[in-house]
Structures are given as structure tokens and as C-alpha cells.
């Protein structure tokens, strides 16, 4: 396939070369209309820009970005991205470094991100999380050339730079302590199936569900409190309740164990909490929330070392950052009798 060049994206446009390299470039000289119709013309076309010409201009922009496909609010609650952000910081932070962070609605919001980013040379380098299975980002980055470390299993990333905490031991460790605590029916608060490390999850859960022969339900969500509570409610609800419940975050568990205190229910007397990600919230509540635990400031910080490593000529690799551990608290008892 032939090389999109500025000149056809002018005569599409139907402004002059130079128009389309103001507008290309973010730099003065056009109007926000003439700016936005020829990046819309640039993105149907999908133009990359040429390699050589970006390494005319050799500086680095020291400036490293991060899209975030969730809504403000659930942003806003999670604290797993609130530990990675700052992971990501303390690193950028000791080599002057910025982080471009861009919160969009959608995958398809953060691809066009992309895009603009390397049209305009922002960023050295993006950090990718909320893999998907055969994610079309990977093949996007690839073609813009945009250095990337990806957040998440090597099965997902197809050969690219990735960081990753091992979901599939850490299920069966889950489903594992519920299952010696004598529960036999079960849940599971999913987040979202599209996303990569969810599904992982899944098939453990499923996987583990078998091996034990335990009657074991999934509900999936969008992460947020809002949902990890209406799941709660459904399964307390249904005519098989189960007597433990894992959760994919620790908002949706706190959300879970507000949920069986507003029943008149108790954890762990009725029901077991098993929460994920072990932050700050885990040990806040009563009763305090077993969790999967393993440190996300400092996965933050390991995914952008490797990205800068990745500027500095390292090869594309997988690096297993943790196994998430068992902590075991006061959410976790038999089933009741």
C-alpha cells in the first residue's frame, strides 16, 4: 500500500501543502476549522509520518503518554490507577521526564490519541493497559513507530514489550483459599470480558471452578463501585447465593461489603470477600478485606523503566513483575452451616 503523502491529504482537504503541514505539526497559521478538517482527512487515511522527516527533528519531547479508556468518575474511585500513576511518576519525576495522561470514553477515542500524538511528535513513548484479545492498538503502534511497552500477559501483546503480573496463578491461589475454607458455591465480580487480563481471569476461575467441581458464577462489570454493588445485590439474590465471592478490584469489594451490611447479612459469618489489588481500602473496612495483593507503585514504576529502556535500544521482551499473594483477613470464614 502506497505511502499517504501531505500532498494528498491537501488535495482531499482542499487546502494548500503548507496548510496541511500547520495543521499536522499543531502550529500556527490555519484556523481550528481548516486544523480539525485536515486531521479528520489525516485519520481516515490513516497517515503516519514519515520516519525520516521526524529524525530531522532528533530532541526527544521528554514527555511520555498514558490513555486511559474509562469514565472521569470511575477514574476517579479506583485506586489501582491512582498507585500506577504514581508509580509512573516517581520514575519520570528522577530523569525530568513528564507523563501526558489522556482520559477518552473509548478505544477508538484513544487510538485517534495515538495518532495525534505521533502526527505531532508529543510523546517518546506510550504505556498501554487494558489489553485486549487480538487488541487493535499493536498493530497501530507498530505502524506509527511509537515506542510502547504494553501493561499485561505476553498472550496478549503479540511479541511487543510488555509487563505483567501473572492472573492465572493468582485465581487459583483465590478460588484455592475459599475452597479450603469449605465454600463450595461461589462468585466471581468480573470487570469488562473485552479486556485481556479479565478474560485470563476467567478461564482460571472457570479452570479452578472445575478442578474443585464447585458451583461457580461470574457476573462482569465496568469496575465501579455502582456495579460491583449491583452484582453483590444479584448474587445475594439468586437461588444459588454463594457463600464467597472474589472480586476483580477493591472498589467493587468495598461496594460488596456495604452491600451485605445493607442486607442485614455479615462477612465473613454469610458470606466470604475476597478482594484484588490489596490497596490502602483493604485495611480500612470492617471487617478488613482479604485480598490479592502485590505492589502497584512499583508496577507503575517497573512498566516505565522499561520503557525507557526501550528508547535506549533495549529489545522488545516480556518481564513477569509479580505473582499477586494471598493476604488473608477478616472478610475470609467457613461457609455458614
Keep these: 500500500m502506497p505511502r499517504i503523502t501531505i500532498k494528498e491529504i491537501a488535495r482531499r482537504s482542499g487546502v494548500s501543502k503548507g496548510a496541511v503541514s500547520y495543521a499536522l505539526n499543531n502550529q500556527p497559521g490555519v484556523s481550528e476549522a481548516t486544523r480539525a478538517r485536515v486531521l479528520k482527512v489525516a485519520e481516515e ?12 527533528s532528533a530532541a526527544r519531547s521528554e514527555t511520555f503518554g498514558l490513555v486511559l479508556a474509562r469514565t472521569a468518575k470511575t477514574l476517579s474511585e479506583e485506586p489501582f490507577y491512582m498507585g500506577f500513576v504514581g508509580g509512573v511518576e516517581s520514575v519520570l519525576s528522577d530523569k525530568s521526564y513528564a507523563l501526558a495522561l489522556q482520559v477518552v470514553p ?19 513513548g506510550v504505556i498501554v493497559v487494558d489489553l485486549r484479545v487480538d487488541d487493535p492498538r499493536i498493530p497501530l503502534l507498530r505502524k ?7 501493561v499485561g500477559d505476553p498472550a496478549l501483546a503479540d511479541g511487543m514489550t510488555c509487563v505483567w503480573t501473572d492472573g492465572t496463578t493468582a485465581m487459583y491461589a483465590a478460588v484455592q483459599h475459599v475452597v479450603s475454607l469449605g465454600h ?3 462468585a466471581r465480580v468480573a470487570g469488562p470480558p473485552e479486556h485481556g487480563h479479565v478474560w485470563i481471569r476467567d478461564e482460571a476461575f472457570a479452570a479452578a471452578g472445575r478442578r474443585f467441581g464447585l458451583d461457580a458464577q461470574v457476573v462482569h462489570t465496568d469496575f465501579s463501585g455502582e456495579e460491583g ?5 444479584k448474587l445475594i439474590a439468586s437461588e444459588s447465593r454463594p457463600t464467597a465471592i472474589i472480586y476483580d478490584n477493591d472498589l467493587m469489594a ?12 455479615t462477612s465473613p459469618g454469610d458470606v466470604t470477600l475476597v478482594a484484588w489489588d490489596d490497596s490502602t481500602l483493604c485495611r480500612l473496612t470492617h ?14 514504576a517497573e512498566v516505565t523503566h522499561r520503557l525507557f ?13 509479580s505473582t499477586p499473594a494471598l493476604v488473608v483477613r477478616g472478610s475470609s470464614g467457613p461457609p455458614p452451616a
Aim: proline share 5%; net charge negative; glycine share 6%.
Design 45 to 56: 487515511l490513516e497517515w503516519v509520518p514519515n520516519r525520516a522527516a521526524r529524525q530531522l
Design 184 to 186: 463450595r458455591v461461589i
Design 144 to 150: 506509527l513507530e511509537l515506542p510502547a511497552v504494553l
Design 229 to 233: 454493588a449491583a452484582a453483590t445485590r
Design 287 to 300: 471487617p478488613t478485606l482479604t485480598a490479592m495483593s502485590h505492589n502497584i507503585v512499583a508496577y507503575g
Design 254 to 265: 468495598v461496594a460488596g461489603l456495604s452491600v451485605v451490611n445493607e442486607l442485614g447479612l
Design 309 to 321: 529502556g526501550l528508547l535506549d535500544g533495549a529489545l522488545p521482551a516480556a518481564h513477569l513483575y
Design 106 to 124: 473509548d478505544l477508538a477515542d484513544e487510538m485517534a490519541t495515538y495518532r495525534k500524538w505521533a502526527a505531532e511528535r508529543r510523546v517518546d
